[in-house]
């Protein structure tokens, strides 16, 4: 599991390693335990003087995370010696109603929803503002041109707004990915085989109550070996890993020696090396995409866990607990770091230019051969370009190479340099850069309709 130590703050923030620690554990099982007793209060099924009695030793600092853990061997998890635990701090009248009616897996099952929904929050904060800074860079270099490259190499020109643009479109889809499988999550009470039975005929309204007193969906039934919901939540936190990870790549691929179009942000100590003072590596995207690795990586875990034996899992569901906590914190520590870069972006317009134009024209040789192929027919019109363009690699221009074909010259010779302008072939850059404005301004409301409404709610 992440936690502090020498590695996980390299990938995560601060806010998500507490919240996805032990101690955030530790409250959310507690919580769900007195969520658990308020609600049988509720319905009558036990004495409220108990459930006030453990809703009030149900506080993190009464009882010991490692100790816990270290119990947890003989049961198989942690649920078991604490209920032990507080059975022993709420006394003899309310002891007998602590855990009353629910199975172990009730109790995790929840907690783990709520460490997610929790930390989920850090994690849609970072995202939201990876796509405002991803928005404002595509507004205001919407007219700067530069080098599309597809494998590596110069292709045709682009704009450094569509490419933020693009940026952006990745983390509303991410985003919106993420929020589906957050909707999903649900509470989780059914008792030993998941009937309830042991609440008999009051069952379904405990399970109501306690959903919501822990302000969570009520499932249609419990989801003990129906893992969807997790399984989903997982796949959705690597998609936002990738999605980051895509982002600073382009990035650190951009901040080449020999590129030089853009740079993370500067810092002091930040992209630093211990041999060579002059470097200045782009450590946020080496860690975005170390974390995006890790996260691809640990979703099979969570996938397995779906093939769930009979009414209770042999060894999937105990996989999920550690794994699923560390790619909320992984998948959000991507999303943060992401979001500092790409808010802090030094881009080089400059630079930019002067690459594309490095090739002479020759990024536009697309446009020549489509301005041929009427007069000349594609095949003619293709190799009389191709022509071209290898003369002018010794070089020579590429304008000069393509007027020196008199067939090329009958066609386009008065043209030329107009169809060698980049700024002039930019195809649909402005519609697809409005279009993922537009998206963001959608998304930017229904965040605010959303707030306004939960605010309403409480």
């Not at 101690?23 to 108990?50: K, S, T």
């Amino acid at each position: 599991m992440v936690g502090e130590g020498l590695f996980a703050p390299i990938t995560t923030t601060d806010a998500l390693l507490e919240a996805t620690g032990s101690a955030a554990w530790l409250a959310a099982l507690l919580d769900a335990e007195a969520a658990l007793a308020r609600a049988q209060a509720d319905e009558g099924v036990i004495p409220r003087v108990a459930a006030d009695a453990i809703a009030a030793a149900c506080r993190p600092d009464r009882f010991d995370v490692d100790e816990l853990g270290r119990a947890a061997r003989g049961g198989g998890n942690p649920v078991i010696p604490l209920v032990t635990a507080l059975g022993n701090a709420v006394g003899a009248v309310a002891e007998p109603w602590v855990h009353h009616g629910a199975t172990s897996q009730d109790i995790l099952d929840t907690a783990a929803v709520l460490v997610a929904r929790r930390s989920l929050v850090l994690v849609r904060a970072d995202l939201d503002g990876l796509a405002d800074a991803c928005a404002t860079l595509a507004d205001r270099h919407r007219h700067t041109t530069m080098a599309g490259r597809t494998l590596l190499q110069h292709a045709l020109p682009t704009t450094f707004g569509l490419k933020a643009a693009g940026w952006l479109g990745g983390t509303l889809d991410a985003t919106a990915l993420l929020d589906r499988a957050d909707a999903d999550l649900a509470a989780q009470l059914g008792g030993a085989v998941g009937t309830l039975a042991s609440l008999g005929a009051d069952g379904p309204a405990v399970a109501a109550r306690f959903a919501a007193h822990l302000e969570l969906a009520e499932p249609t039934l419990p989801w003990h070996t129906a893992r969807q919901r997790l399984a989903a939540l997982a796949s959705a936190l690597a998609i936002v890993a990738g999605t980051a990870a895509k982002i600073s790549g382009d990035v650190a691929l951009l901040a080449q020696t020999e590129v030089a179009e853009a740079a993370e942000p500067a810092a002091a100590g930040r992209g630093g090396s211990s041999a060579m003072p002059h470097k200045r590596n782009p450590v946020g995207a080496a860690a975005v995409s170390s974390a995006a690795r890790r996260a691809a990586a640990l979703v099979p875990v969570v996938l397995g866990a779906l093939v769930a034996e009979h009414e209770r899992a042999l060894g999937g569901w105990q996989a999920e607990w550690e794994t699923v906590t560390e790619l909320l914190a992984l998948a959000g520590g991507a999303a943060a770091r992401t979001h500092e870069t790409v808010a802090g972006l030094e881009v080089d317009a400059d630079a930019m230019a002067a690459n594309l134009a490095r090739t002479g024209g020759v990024a536009l040789a697309e446009r020549i051969s489509l301005a041929l192929a009427p007069t000349l027919g594609r095949s003619a019109a293709q190799a009389a370009v191709a022509a071209a363009a290898r003369r002018s690699r010794g070089g020579g221009s590429f304008a000069d190479e393509l007027r020196a074909d008199p067939d090329v010259a009958a066609v386009v010779g008065h043209s030329i340099d107009a169809l060698l302008d980049p700024a002039s072939y930019l195809g649909a850059n402005d519609v697809w850069i409005g279009r993922a404005l537009a998206a963001h301004h959608q998304h930017q409301a229904q965040r605010l309709t959303s707030r306004a409404n939960s605010r309403g709610g409480r």
